[in-house]
Nanobody
């Protein structure tokens, strides 16, 4: 099972990007999914999460600008990022708690990261 993130890139301040992260493999179920980011010389921080039922969490720094959503049928989580600022520049990682077929315990999986660069 793996997570594949996409959608990063270079955008001007005030612009919009949409990140996607799809889980693939022998998946029985996925509970929580989310996005984290890590800027240079900073610790990884939680950006937004969403439960399988649709309950969401947002970091204060992105509230009102970012929207997390998911398509359970596609095992995919999205992050729509509006009004981007240079402070949002970071590598964005997706995360999911996955129960693989034949297993009994959920495991946290991470995507490979996608770089978002916001120019001023």
């Amino acid at each position: 099972v793996q997570l594949q993130a996409s959608g990063g890139g270079l955008v001007q301040s005030g612009g919009t990007l949409r990140l996607s992260c799809a889980a693939s493999g022998s998946i029985f179920n996925i509970t929580g999914m989310g996005w984290y980011r890590q800027a240079p010389e900073r610790q990884r921080e939680k950006v937004a999460t969403i439960t399988s039922g649709g309950s969401t969490f947002y970091a204060d720094s992105v509230k009102g600008r970012f929207t997390i959503s998911r398509d359970n049928a596609k095992n995919t989580v999205y992050l729509l990022m509006n009004r981007l600022s240079p402070e949002d520049t970071a590598v964005y990682f997706c995360n999911a708690d996955v129960l693989e077929n034949g297993q009994k315990l959920y495991k946290p999986l991470w995507g490979q990261g996608t770089l978002v660069t916001v120019s001023s």
